[in-house]
């Protein structure tokens, strides 16, 4: 089945600027749009970011759109999320996800969209 792996996590200071790497197996990665969600203790999971499958599109949360940036490489099976202009409430388990269709959905951050999940990568941003 495919799998996707997380790294990059770890503590920042507020301001500060973090890189999210998210791994993924499988022959057709490069055919596959790619999501990043994020959630903390007591809410519910918050979409964050999306790409299709060439990376000519993105799509962004309002509360990231303009500090974040989400971008593919497909001969590495590769997914990031470059955070900058951090701020503690970015504090989250941040989890990667993957969709069958080259395509963003048209509502992406719906997580049924989605059908594989990574594990999650803890990012803290301490005041």
């Known amino acids: 089945q495919v799998q996707l792996v997380e790294s990059g996590g770890g503590l920042v200071q507020a301001g500060g600027s973090l890189r999210l790497s998210c791994a993924a197996s499988?022959?057709?990665?490069?055919?596959?749009?790619m999501g990043w969600f994020r959630q903390t203790p007591g809410k519910e999971l918050e979409f964050v970011a999306a790409?299709?499958?060439?990376?000519?599109?993105?799509y962004y949360s309002d509360s990231v759109n303009g500090r974040f940036t989400i971008s593919r490489d497909n001969a590495k099976n590769s997914v990031y999320l470059q955070m900058s202009s951090l701020k503690p409430e970015d504090t989250a388990v941040y989890y990667c996800?993957?969709?069958?269709?080259?395509?963003?959905?048209?509502?992406?951050?719906?997580?049924?969209?989605?059908?594989?999940w990574g594990q999650g990568t803890q990012v803290t941003v301490s005041s």
């Open positions: 996800a993957a969709r069958s269709n080259p395509a963003i959905p048209a509502l992406p951050g719906r997580r049924f969209e989605y059908g594989y």
């Open positions: 499988g022959r057709a990665f490069s055919y596959w749009s």
């Open positions: 790409i299709s499958w060439s990376g000519g599109s993105t």
